[in-house]
Every structure is written in C-alpha cells, then in structure tokens.
C-alpha cells in the first residue's frame, strides 16, 4: 500500500509539457485585439484633431473642449483669439479647440 501512494504522488506531480511557443500564444492574441480596438483607433483620433488644428484659419466657427462657442478673430503659433460677443474676445490654446462647426469663408458644415 505504501508502494502504491507513492507511486500515485509521482504521477500527479509530473506537469504537462508544452511548446514554448503555445504558452505565449494568449499574450500575444491580447496584444493583437488591444492594438485594433483600442490603440490604433486612438491614434487615429490624435491624428484627425491635429489636422484640425493645423486647418484652422479666421472666421471659423468653433467650440473649445470647455465648452466656449466662438468665432476666430486671430490666429497665433500657439494660440487663437476667438470672438464670443460683439465685445468680448478671448485668447485659448490651439489645443483646446475640440470641433470646427464651421467656416464663414467657404460656408461648409464640419461638424466632427
């Protein structure tokens, strides 16, 4: 009886042996589905708000990401100077700007 519980314990113990390459397959497949659902449309979005950015240009309509509706009246490498009443001008960073609603120059909608 002794003989035997040891030998059942030999058994049991042994773990299975695997291609290396099969245990890193999971890893991989996660980083593959990360990369598609979430890195890659991310980018995607940086990509498209820094040609907005690039594209503005005076008498654009515009919204900034704290919510300011404005119209832009000047334009500076890091900054714009948008319109908000007849009176009232503000200074914001490019940045900010989060969508065009429109351009007064060529009256196209760009809502994004």
Do not use: C, W
Not at 14 to 25: D, R, T, Y
Not at 46 to 72: F, P, R
């Amino acid at each position: 009886m002794l003989t035997l519980a040891f030998a059942q314990e030999a058994g049991a113990g042994a773990p299975a042996q695997g291609s290396p390459i099969m245990s890193l397959l999971p890893i991989a497949l996660i980083f593959i589905i990360f990369y598609f659902l979430l890195i890659r449309p991310q980018k995607k979005a940086q990509k498209e708000h820094a040609d907005m950015i690039q594209a503005l240009k005076k008498n654009d309509e515009v919204v900034t990401s704290g919510g300011i509706h404005g119209t832009i009246v000047n334009i500076q490498e890091g900054a714009v100077t948008l319109r908000v009443d007849d009176n009232t001008r503000i200074k914001v960073q490019r940045s900010s700007i989060s969508k065009v609603k429109k351009s007064r120059e060529d009256g196209s909608q760009k809502e994004g």
